[in-house]
Structure formats: C-alpha cells, structure tokens
Nanobody, 123 residues
Framework: VQLQASGGGLVQAGGSLRLSCGAS????????MGWFRQAPGKERDVVAG????????YYADSVKGRFTISRDNAKNTMYLQTNSLKPEDTAVYYC?????????????????WGKGTLVTVSS
C-alpha cells in the first residue's frame, strides 16, 4: 500500500485546511490510520488516529476540539479537517496505516507511511 498526503499550504492563523491521505496499490478499509506531524527542529508527534470503521478516534490534546479525523473507505482515503489553526500547528503532516485495524491510537511503528504535506500557519 502506498500512501500520499495532500492538501497542505499556507494559511493565516484562525484559518482551516483539509488534508487528505490517499491510498493506492491496495485497500485501507481494514487498516487503522493516523496523522502525525513534525515541526522544524522537533520530533515527530502524533496528531490523530481512526480505527478501520471510523467508529473510534484518537486526538492529541493539542488538537482536540480543532481537528477532526475521518475516512471514506469507498474512496480509499482518510481526511484531517484542521480548524482554528495556530502558528504552532506549522509542520509537515504525515499519514500512516496499521494492519491492527481496531486500534485508533497512532504509534511510531505503523506499517505504511506516506510522504508528508507541509502546513504553514502565519500569525
């Protein structure tokens, strides 16, 4: 399975972006999925996760109430709606997939990773 994140860009503080993670070469319908981000000079952090059906989700405290993770298995795609963006949300955002489909909690050892998309939030 190959993953590709897209939808990043430059946005002013308070704005919104919708990130997408498309899959090819296989179906993600049974996989748990996650979003991570890495800011310049910092370690990669967990952002959000979702189980295979979309019934269970996980959010880092820093994004709760502002970001929403979702998925459309028919389209083989996962999304991250980011609202009320802050300058500290600036980072490269990555998506990942795990064969352990029931667990929404993202973790560093997930099985498949995509190239990131850059989100820049200006103050």
């Amino acid at each position: 399975v190959q993953l590709q994140a897209s939808g990043g860009g430059l946005v002013q503080a308070g704005g919104s972006l919708r990130l997408s993670c498309g899959a090819s070469g296989g179906t993600i319908s049974s996989y748990a999925m996650g979003w991570f981000r890495q800011a310049p000079g910092k370690e990669r952090d967990v952002v959000a996760g979702i189980n295979w059906s979309g019934a269970s989700t996980y959010y880092a405290d820093s994004v709760k109430g502002r970001f929403t993770i979702s998925r459309d298995n028919a389209k083989n795609t996962m999304y991250l709606q980011t609202n009320s963006l802050k300058p500290e949300d600036t980072a490269v955002y990555y998506c990942a997939a795990s064969v352990w489909g029931n667990l929404p909690d993202p973790y560093d050892g997930m099985d498949y990773w995509g190239k990131g998309t850059l989100v820049t939030v200006s103050s």
